[in-house]
Every structure is written in C-alpha cells, then in structure tokens.
C-alpha cells in the first residue's frame, strides 16, 4: 500500500498562476481532507470530502476550490494563486466509520512570489 | 464544536530525561483523541489514540499518554526520550458520530532533545 499520496511535492507559483493538487489514497478511505500548515498555526482544514462526489468548506476555504470525481481522488486547485497562499498543503484521509484517525500524505511545499 | 489547546508551544529537554506534552480540550460531545507527530519535512503519522475503556493509552515509540474527562486533558508522556524524538507533536479531537469525521488539531508542540 502507497497509502496517502501527493502530487507534486514542491511548486513556485507568480501571483495570478493556477494550479492544481493531486492527492490519492488506495486504502478505500470515504472521507478526505485538504489542509494547510503555517509557522505556529497548527493545521487549518480547507475543504473536505465525504465520499465521491461530494465536497464541502472547511475553515479557510476562500481562494481554493476542490473536487472528488473518484472515490481515491480529491484534487485542491488554486485559480489565481495570491501571496498569502504560499503554505505547505497536506492531504488527509480516513474511514467513515472505524479506525477514526486520519492518514496524511507528506505534504507539497507551496510559494507564491 | 471541539477546541484543543496545546500549552507549550516549545519543550527543550536533555536526552534520557522524561517528558510531557499537554494537551486540553473542549467539546460538548464524546470525543476520540489522538497525538500525532510529524518529522521535518513530512506528514503528520499517529502516535497513539484513545477511543475508549483504559484511560491509559500506549503508543509507538515509547510513548503514552492518559485521558482525563474531568479535567478535559490528554497529556502526552514519554519516561525517556531520545535525540530521534526531536519532532512536532499534535494533539487532535475529533467528535464521535458527529461533523464528517473532521479533527481539530492544537498548534503543535516542537519537542527538542538535546544531547
């Protein structure tokens, strides 16, 4: 099992760029998560999952938008990247129901010049 | 809605010495609790996680920690630590049955271990 993984690992973006994420899990998780981790603020849940085809807003959601077209999918895509967008991004996901923890990818390193 | 503080943001500590982490939390529902640990440069990876029963949980690495309903606390404990222990820790809470499976984490610990 890969378990959780992301693509690509780094970016350097200019103000205005788009790009998207990729995130995959091959262990049939039905939920899954976008985050984003700054110096001293902890994890910040941006968008989630509940299974394919459904996404909703997590706390910081402004700027990013997502979609979930296959159950092992969830893509995070920034249409006009901003400066205060340059962050480190991980991908998370978890069983509805047992083993409540979530499983993290290894994160993509983001900076928006 | 579940909130979880972490009171120490930095703990520097010599090799073999013990260590605890705190962790507080709030919630107006039953909670599942974690510690999760993150290395540089990667992923956050569990620790260890109480669900319920024995409120003294036992983790990877030497690790454990003790759920306290009454004071709402999860404090994170290791007797003696290593300089491969230097990581970020992470408490997290997550609501059962409620809120999509979503967790809310404190701000991170940075544990420093030094020889």
């Known amino acids: 099992n890969a378990g959780v993984t992301q693509t690509p690992k780094f970016r350097v973006l200019k103000t205005g760029q788009s790009m998207t994420l990729l995130c995959a899990q091959d262990?049939?998780?039905?939920?899954m998560y976008w985050y984003r981790q700054d110096p001293g603020m902890g994890l910040r849940l941006i968008h989630y999952s509940v299974g394919e085809g459904t996404t909703a807003k997590g706390e910081v959601p402004d700027g990013y938008n997502v979609s979930r077209l296959k159950k092992q999918n969830f893509l995070l895509g920034l249409e006009s990247a901003a400066p205060s967008q340059t962050s480190v991004y991980f991908c998370?996901?978890?069983?509805?129901?047992?083993?409540?923890?979530?499983?993290f990818g290894p994160g993509t390193r983001l900076t928006v010049l | 809605a579940q909130s979880v503080t972490q009171l120490d943001s930095q703990v520097p500590v010599f090799e073999e010495a013990p260590v605890e982490l705190r962790c507080n939390y709030s919630?107006?529902?039953?909670?599942?609790l974690f510690w999760y640990v993150q290395y540089p440069n990667q992923g956050l990876q569990l620790l260890l996680k109480?669900?319920?029963?024995?409120?003294l949980v036992k983790g990877i690495n030497g690790f454990e920690a003790e759920f306290n309903k009454s004071q709402t606390s999860f404090h994170l404990r290791k007797p003696s630590v290593h300089i491969s222990d230097t990581a970020e820790y992470f408490c997290a809470v997550r609501g059962i049955n409620t809120n999509a499976g979503k967790s809310t984490f404190g701000d991170g610990t940075t544990l420093t271990v030094k020889p």
């Open positions: 919630s107006s529902v039953s909670v599942y």
């Open positions: 109480y669900l319920s029963g024995s409120t």
């Open positions: 998370a996901s978890s069983y509805q129901t047992s083993s409540p923890e979530q499983f």
């Open positions: 262990m049939n998780h039905e939920y």
